[in-house]
């Protein structure tokens, strides 16, 4: 058993590239936890990998869909999206999420956001998505949570700035007044522009594959 640490900044197309890397190299994946890879040795190429993002769907739907993984012989793992995101006996809304997937349960949907894909190489490329439509889709649901996280910074900040009151206690600090809220500032500052990123990358994936649409049409 070969153990690997790994921290992703792009958890989608990051993980995906280096699992295929890996797998390029001999190693196919036995276990996956938030931090920690599990590989066993294997022929070099034998597996291939995809990432798919489905934390927008319900519980139910997720079942459904690894039974029809299951049915077509496509191996799965369930990682989680958010990093330093434990979530043991809570009960989280997700308001980006689709109809009956907007409550989540640490029994259900939370720490359940990502499918790592595994499947034997047969030589061709592993889509997971049938069309350029489905692709683009799947970009809008993966663009919606940094969406309602900007939003959600941007909410704060201007709580910080006009309320005045901290809402977070810092108590490492001796001049609470005016730290806590520099402080503050500085970590939504620095989630918001991760999020503003993250939803410029994702916006030009979407509009690179319409302009790709637009031609075939």
């Not at 620095?190 to 939803?199: G, K």
Request: hydrophobic letters at 35%; glycine letters at 6%; proline letters at 3%.
């Amino acid at each position: 058993m070969i153990k690997k640490f790994r921290v992703f900044l792009s958890p989608i197309e990051g993980q995906e590239k280096w699992l295929n890397e890996k797998a390029t190299e001999g190693l196919k994946l036995s276990g996956a936890g938030r931090f920690i890879y599990e590989f066993k040795k294997c022929k070099p190429n034998q597996y291939q990998y995809a990432v798919d993002y489905i934390g927008n769907k319900s519980n139910i739907q997720r079942k459904e869909y690894e039974s029809f993984l299951d049915d077509i012989d496509i191996n799965y793992y369930e990682m989680p999206l958010n990093i330093c995101q434990f979530s043991i006996g809570r009960v989280k809304f997700r308001s980006y999420a689709n109809r009956g997937g907007k409550i989540a349960t640490s029994s259900g949907m939370i720490n359940r956001e990502l499918l790592i894909l595994e499947r034997e190489n047969n030589g061709k490329p592993f889509n997971i998505y049938s069309n350029v439509k489905d692709k683009i889709m799947s970009l809008k649901e993966r663009r919606k949570p940094h969406i309602y996280l900007l939003i959600f910074m941007v909410l704060m900040e201007l709580y910080n700035d006009f309320i005045g009151k901290p809402f977070i206690d810092i108590s490492y600090f001796s001049n609470r007044n005016s730290l806590d809220k520099n402080t503050l500032s500085i970590f939504l500052g620095i989630i918001a522009i991760i999020s503003m990123v993250r939803i410029v990358r994702l916006s030009l994936s979407i509009k690179t594959l319409n302009k790709k649409t637009s031609i075939q049409q």
